[in-house]
Protein backbone atom coordinates (compact mmCIF):
# COMPACT_ATOMS: atom_id res chain seq x y z
CA UNK A 1 0.00 0.00 0.00
CA UNK A 2 2.50 2.33 0.94
CA UNK A 3 4.35 1.76 -2.39
CA UNK A 4 1.40 2.43 -4.23
CA UNK A 5 1.49 5.62 -2.27
CA UNK A 6 4.27 6.93 -3.27
CA UNK A 7 4.34 5.83 -7.02
CA UNK A 8 1.11 7.47 -7.18
CA UNK A 9 2.50 10.85 -5.60
CA UNK A 10 5.79 10.87 -8.22
CA UNK A 11 3.37 10.38 -10.81
CA UNK A 12 1.50 12.79 -9.79
CA UNK A 13 4.61 15.72 -9.24
CA UNK A 14 6.18 14.35 -12.75
CA UNK A 15 2.24 15.10 -14.43
CA UNK A 16 1.97 18.72 -12.81
CA UNK A 17 5.97 19.51 -13.24
CA UNK A 18 5.20 18.58 -17.63
CA UNK A 19 2.27 20.99 -17.57
CA UNK A 20 3.51 24.03 -15.33
CA UNK A 21 7.40 23.88 -16.67
CA UNK A 22 7.14 24.40 -20.15
CA UNK A 23 10.30 25.29 -22.09
CA UNK A 24 10.60 28.98 -23.10
CA UNK A 25 10.86 29.79 -26.37
CA UNK A 26 11.37 33.23 -28.85
CA UNK A 27 7.81 34.18 -30.39
CA UNK A 28 7.24 36.18 -33.45
CA UNK A 29 4.28 37.89 -33.92
CA UNK A 30 3.45 40.23 -37.09
CA UNK A 31 0.37 42.15 -38.15
CA UNK A 32 -0.79 45.50 -38.97
CA UNK A 33 -2.18 48.02 -36.64
CA UNK A 34 -2.90 52.01 -36.26
CA UNK A 35 -2.22 52.60 -40.36
CA UNK A 36 1.16 50.90 -39.96
CA UNK A 37 2.51 47.25 -39.70
CA UNK A 38 4.51 45.57 -36.31
CA UNK A 39 6.90 43.37 -35.49
CA UNK A 40 7.30 41.83 -32.55
CA UNK A 41 9.90 39.06 -31.43
CA UNK A 42 9.89 37.68 -27.71
CA UNK A 43 11.04 35.32 -24.97
CA UNK A 44 8.19 33.64 -23.76
CA UNK A 45 9.05 31.80 -20.25
CA UNK A 46 6.34 29.21 -20.86
CA UNK A 47 6.26 29.15 -24.52
CA UNK A 48 3.42 30.50 -24.94
CA UNK A 49 1.77 32.73 -27.65
CA UNK A 50 0.83 36.30 -26.78
CA UNK A 51 -0.33 37.60 -29.72
CA UNK A 52 -4.08 37.40 -28.69
CA UNK A 53 -3.63 39.40 -25.94
CA UNK A 54 -1.27 41.82 -27.31
CA UNK A 55 -3.82 42.86 -30.24
CA UNK A 56 -6.19 43.37 -27.30
CA UNK A 57 -3.54 46.06 -25.26
CA UNK A 58 -3.50 47.70 -28.59
CA UNK A 59 -6.83 47.85 -29.21
CA UNK A 60 -7.21 49.65 -26.16
CA UNK A 61 -4.49 52.13 -26.90
CA UNK A 62 -6.44 53.13 -30.23
CA UNK A 63 -9.74 53.61 -27.96
CA UNK A 64 -7.49 56.71 -26.27
CA UNK A 65 -5.27 58.19 -28.56
CA UNK A 66 -6.37 57.50 -32.37
CA UNK A 67 -7.55 60.55 -34.15
CA UNK A 68 -9.64 58.07 -36.85
CA UNK A 69 -11.35 56.62 -33.94
CA UNK A 70 -14.33 58.84 -33.34
CA UNK A 71 -15.05 57.03 -30.13
CA UNK A 72 -11.07 57.74 -28.56
CA UNK A 73 -10.55 59.72 -25.59
CA UNK A 74 -8.52 62.27 -27.94
CA UNK A 75 -11.77 63.15 -30.13
CA UNK A 76 -14.08 62.88 -27.35
CA UNK A 77 -11.85 65.95 -26.63
CA UNK A 78 -11.38 67.41 -29.98
CA UNK A 79 -14.79 67.59 -29.87
CA UNK A 80 -15.03 68.72 -26.70
CA UNK A 81 -17.38 65.86 -25.41
CA UNK A 82 -17.20 65.15 -21.60
CA UNK A 83 -15.58 62.26 -21.02
CA UNK A 84 -13.13 60.52 -18.46
CA UNK A 85 -9.47 60.84 -19.52
CA UNK A 86 -7.97 57.31 -19.65
CA UNK A 87 -4.21 56.31 -18.11
CA UNK A 88 -3.20 56.57 -21.53
CA UNK A 89 -4.26 59.67 -22.60
CA UNK A 90 -3.08 61.08 -19.00
CA UNK A 91 0.08 59.81 -19.23
CA UNK A 92 1.05 60.95 -22.88
CA UNK A 93 -0.95 64.30 -22.50
CA UNK A 94 2.00 65.19 -19.52
CA UNK A 95 5.07 63.89 -21.66
CA UNK A 96 3.83 66.17 -24.28
CA UNK A 97 3.56 69.25 -22.24
CA UNK A 98 7.07 67.98 -20.51
CA UNK A 99 8.75 67.66 -24.40
CA UNK A 100 7.08 71.38 -25.35
CA UNK A 101 8.79 72.81 -22.63
CA UNK A 102 11.76 71.46 -23.40
CA UNK A 103 11.83 72.12 -27.21
CA UNK A 104 10.40 75.62 -26.67
CA UNK A 105 7.30 74.84 -28.70
CA UNK A 106 9.08 72.35 -31.59
CA UNK A 107 7.17 69.80 -30.12
CA UNK A 108 3.37 70.66 -29.80
CA UNK A 109 0.15 68.65 -29.66
CA UNK A 110 -2.10 71.44 -30.90
CA UNK A 111 -0.38 71.47 -34.40
CA UNK A 112 -3.23 69.85 -35.98
CA UNK A 113 -5.41 72.21 -37.03
CA UNK A 114 -2.24 73.05 -38.92
CA UNK A 115 -1.44 69.48 -40.20
CA UNK A 116 -4.40 69.26 -41.29
CA UNK A 117 -4.22 72.51 -43.68
CA UNK A 118 -1.44 71.49 -44.87
CA UNK A 119 -3.13 67.72 -45.87
CA UNK A 120 -1.63 65.60 -43.30
CA UNK A 121 -3.41 65.04 -40.85
CA UNK A 122 -7.40 63.21 -39.99
CA UNK A 123 -8.74 66.14 -42.58
CA UNK A 124 -8.68 67.30 -45.80
CA UNK A 125 -5.85 69.72 -46.90
CA UNK A 126 -7.36 73.74 -47.41
CA UNK A 127 -6.44 76.14 -49.64
CA UNK A 128 -3.04 77.77 -47.75
CA UNK A 129 -3.10 81.27 -47.37
CA UNK A 130 -1.26 83.83 -45.13
CA UNK A 131 -4.51 84.66 -43.92
CA UNK A 132 -5.25 80.84 -43.41
CA UNK A 133 -2.12 80.36 -41.26
CA UNK A 134 -2.20 84.02 -38.89
CA UNK A 135 -6.00 82.31 -37.94
CA UNK A 136 -4.53 78.87 -37.40
CA UNK A 137 -2.16 80.32 -34.80
CA UNK A 138 -4.64 81.99 -32.83
CA UNK A 139 -5.36 78.26 -32.29
CA UNK A 140 -2.31 76.42 -31.81
CA UNK A 141 0.18 76.48 -28.69
CA UNK A 142 0.47 73.97 -25.89
CA UNK A 143 0.31 76.63 -23.24
CA UNK A 144 -3.59 77.10 -24.07
CA UNK A 145 -4.32 73.79 -23.24
CA UNK A 146 -4.20 72.17 -19.33
CA UNK A 147 -4.89 69.56 -17.41
CA UNK A 148 -6.92 70.75 -14.47
CA UNK A 149 -8.79 68.26 -11.54
CA UNK A 150 -8.70 65.13 -14.50
CA UNK A 151 -10.22 67.38 -17.19
CA UNK A 152 -8.95 69.01 -20.21
CA UNK A 153 -9.32 72.44 -19.98
CA UNK A 154 -9.06 74.93 -23.71
CA UNK A 155 -8.94 78.78 -23.84
CA UNK A 156 -9.96 77.80 -27.35
CA UNK A 157 -12.90 75.38 -28.40
CA UNK A 158 -11.47 75.16 -31.41
CA UNK A 159 -8.47 73.87 -30.25
CA UNK A 160 -7.37 70.20 -31.06
CA UNK A 161 -4.89 67.72 -30.43
CA UNK A 162 -3.04 65.81 -31.87
CA UNK A 163 -0.85 62.27 -30.53
CA UNK A 164 0.41 61.08 -33.93
CA UNK A 165 4.26 61.94 -33.55
CA UNK A 166 4.10 60.79 -29.81
CA UNK A 167 1.57 57.79 -29.76
CA UNK A 168 3.45 55.57 -32.21
CA UNK A 169 6.43 55.32 -29.79
CA UNK A 170 4.29 55.18 -26.60
CA UNK A 171 2.15 51.89 -28.30
CA UNK A 172 5.80 50.22 -27.93
CA UNK A 173 5.97 50.88 -24.57
CA UNK A 174 2.38 49.64 -23.92
CA UNK A 175 3.45 46.36 -25.76
CA UNK A 176 6.83 46.31 -24.26
CA UNK A 177 4.97 46.94 -20.42
CA UNK A 178 2.65 44.13 -21.26
CA UNK A 179 5.28 41.83 -21.94
CA UNK A 180 7.55 42.79 -19.08
CA UNK A 181 3.90 42.30 -16.87
CA UNK A 182 3.77 38.94 -18.41
CA UNK A 183 7.19 37.80 -17.58
CA UNK A 184 9.08 38.34 -21.00
CA UNK A 185 13.02 40.04 -20.54
CA UNK A 186 14.16 39.40 -24.19
CA UNK A 187 12.21 40.80 -27.09
CA UNK A 188 12.41 43.99 -29.02
CA UNK A 189 8.83 45.46 -30.50
CA UNK A 190 8.46 47.35 -33.60
CA UNK A 191 5.53 49.56 -34.92
CA UNK A 192 5.87 51.26 -37.89
CA UNK A 193 9.49 52.08 -37.63
CA UNK A 194 9.81 52.95 -33.65
CA UNK A 195 11.09 50.34 -31.51
CA UNK A 196 11.99 49.10 -28.17
CA UNK A 197 14.70 46.42 -27.46
CA UNK A 198 15.62 44.83 -24.14
CA UNK A 199 17.67 42.02 -23.01
CA UNK A 200 19.25 39.71 -25.97
CA UNK A 201 17.55 37.85 -29.29
CA UNK A 202 17.29 34.20 -30.05
CA UNK A 203 20.94 33.67 -30.79
CA UNK A 204 22.17 35.34 -27.03
CA UNK A 205 23.29 38.75 -29.05
CA UNK A 206 21.95 42.44 -28.45
CA UNK A 207 19.29 43.42 -31.01
CA UNK A 208 20.79 45.44 -34.06
CA UNK A 209 18.47 48.00 -35.94
CA UNK A 210 19.06 49.17 -39.11
CA UNK A 211 18.76 52.92 -39.59
CA UNK A 212 17.58 54.10 -43.63
CA UNK A 213 19.29 56.17 -46.12
CA UNK A 214 17.08 58.99 -46.85
CA UNK A 215 15.55 58.01 -50.18
CA UNK A 216 12.28 59.64 -51.65
CA UNK A 217 11.33 55.95 -52.67
CA UNK A 218 11.35 53.68 -49.47
CA UNK A 219 9.80 50.32 -51.45
CA UNK A 220 10.98 46.88 -50.26
CA UNK A 221 13.32 46.85 -52.47
CA UNK A 222 14.69 50.35 -52.70
CA UNK A 223 15.55 50.44 -49.07
CA UNK A 224 19.23 51.00 -47.93
CA UNK A 225 21.06 51.00 -44.70
CA UNK A 226 22.87 54.05 -43.20
CA UNK A 227 23.93 52.57 -40.14
CA UNK A 228 23.46 49.95 -38.00
CA UNK A 229 23.25 50.22 -34.48
CA UNK A 230 23.16 47.83 -31.31
CA UNK A 231 20.13 48.64 -29.25
CA UNK A 232 19.58 47.32 -25.54
CA UNK A 233 17.63 48.52 -22.92
CA UNK A 234 16.29 51.45 -24.20
CA UNK A 235 14.10 53.41 -27.53
CA UNK A 236 14.42 54.42 -30.65
CA UNK A 237 12.65 56.63 -33.19
CA UNK A 238 13.41 57.60 -36.43
CA UNK A 239 11.36 60.37 -38.41
CA UNK A 240 12.24 62.02 -41.76
CA UNK A 241 10.80 64.23 -44.42
CA UNK A 242 11.93 62.10 -47.00
CA UNK A 243 8.86 60.13 -47.08
CA UNK A 244 5.47 61.79 -46.36
CA UNK A 245 5.32 65.17 -48.77
CA UNK A 246 3.60 65.65 -52.08
CA UNK A 247 4.65 68.48 -54.62
CA UNK A 248 1.99 71.20 -56.01
CA UNK A 249 3.42 73.65 -58.65
CA UNK A 250 6.52 72.49 -58.62
CA UNK A 251 7.06 72.60 -54.59
CA UNK A 252 7.83 70.06 -52.44
CA UNK A 253 5.69 70.34 -48.76
CA UNK A 254 6.99 67.77 -46.15
CA UNK A 255 4.65 66.79 -43.43
CA UNK A 256 6.65 68.07 -40.66
CA UNK A 257 4.38 71.82 -39.67
CA UNK A 258 6.65 73.78 -37.59
CA UNK A 259 3.65 74.34 -35.15
CA UNK A 260 5.54 78.57 -34.56
CA UNK A 261 5.22 79.49 -38.45
CA UNK A 262 2.40 77.17 -39.47
CA UNK A 263 4.36 75.80 -42.19
CA UNK A 264 6.14 73.22 -43.49
CA UNK A 265 9.69 73.00 -42.21
CA UNK A 266 12.89 74.02 -44.94
CA UNK A 267 16.11 73.29 -43.83
CA UNK A 268 19.07 70.82 -43.85
CA UNK A 269 18.14 67.98 -42.12
CA UNK A 270 17.01 64.78 -43.37
CA UNK A 271 16.21 61.88 -40.62
CA UNK A 272 16.16 62.06 -36.98
CA UNK A 273 17.04 59.10 -34.66
CA UNK A 274 16.80 59.29 -31.42
CA UNK A 275 17.44 57.11 -28.64
CA UNK A 276 16.30 57.16 -24.94
CA UNK A 277 14.72 55.47 -22.00
CA UNK A 278 11.34 55.13 -23.63
CA UNK A 279 10.25 54.97 -27.23
CA UNK A 280 7.86 57.11 -26.38
CA UNK A 281 10.23 60.08 -25.48
CA UNK A 282 12.10 59.07 -28.57
CA UNK A 283 9.65 59.33 -30.99
CA UNK A 284 8.52 62.84 -29.49
CA UNK A 285 12.43 64.17 -29.49
CA UNK A 286 12.75 62.59 -33.05
CA UNK A 287 9.93 64.61 -34.88
CA UNK A 288 10.96 67.84 -32.44
CA UNK A 289 14.26 67.80 -33.98
CA UNK A 290 12.88 67.22 -37.35
CA UNK A 291 10.95 70.74 -36.94
CA UNK A 292 14.06 72.32 -34.97
CA UNK A 293 16.93 71.84 -37.94
CA UNK A 294 20.26 70.39 -37.05
CA UNK A 295 22.13 73.10 -34.90
CA UNK A 296 18.69 73.68 -32.43
CA UNK A 297 18.68 70.17 -31.94
CA UNK A 298 22.26 69.16 -31.53
CA UNK A 299 21.93 71.57 -28.70
CA UNK A 300 19.26 69.99 -26.76
CA UNK A 301 20.97 66.67 -27.55
CA UNK A 302 24.01 67.76 -26.00
CA UNK A 303 22.63 68.94 -22.51
CA UNK A 304 20.57 66.23 -21.97
CA UNK A 305 22.40 63.23 -20.39
CA UNK A 306 19.07 60.67 -21.60
CA UNK A 307 19.28 61.66 -25.12
CA UNK A 308 21.34 60.53 -28.01
CA UNK A 309 20.58 61.01 -31.37
CA UNK A 310 22.32 60.52 -34.79
CA UNK A 311 21.27 63.39 -37.95
CA UNK A 312 21.54 62.62 -41.44
CA UNK A 313 21.45 66.01 -43.14
CA UNK A 314 22.59 67.94 -46.62
CA UNK A 315 25.25 70.24 -46.43
CA UNK A 316 24.77 72.02 -49.91
CA UNK A 317 26.67 69.29 -52.31
CA UNK A 318 25.98 65.61 -50.34
CA UNK A 319 24.54 63.98 -47.34
CA UNK A 320 26.53 64.06 -44.34
CA UNK A 321 25.62 62.34 -40.73
CA UNK A 322 26.52 63.62 -37.04
CA UNK A 323 26.25 61.45 -33.64
CA UNK A 324 26.21 62.33 -30.07
CA UNK A 325 29.08 60.14 -28.45
CA UNK A 326 26.70 58.06 -26.39
CA UNK A 327 25.05 56.80 -29.86
CA UNK A 328 28.27 56.36 -31.72
CA UNK A 329 28.91 54.02 -28.84
CA UNK A 330 25.69 51.94 -30.18
CA UNK A 331 26.75 52.47 -34.04
CA UNK A 332 27.81 48.50 -35.17
CA UNK A 333 28.07 50.01 -38.52
CA UNK A 334 28.43 52.75 -40.45
CA UNK A 335 27.71 52.89 -44.32
CA UNK A 336 28.86 55.19 -46.87
Known amino acids: MNKIRFWFV ?14 PRYVFNTGAVYGTLYHIVYESPDGKDLHKEIKKEMASFDNSLSTFNPNSTISKVNKNEDTSLDPFFLKCFKKAVSVSKVTSGAFDMTVAPMVNAWGFGFKNRENISADVIDSLKSIVGYQMVKLQDGKIVKDDPRIMLDASAIAKGFSVDVV ?30 IWVIGINKPKEDMSLDNQELRATVMLKDCGLATSGNYRNFYVKDGKKYAHTIDPRTG ?48 FIYFDGEKNKVWSSSGFKRNIKDLID
Open 176 to 205: SDFLRRKGCRNFMVEIGGEIDAQGINEKGN
Open 263 to 310: YPVQHSLLSSSVLAPTCMEADAYATSFMVMGLEEAKKIVLSSPDLEAF
Open 10 to 23: VCSIIFYSSCSNKA
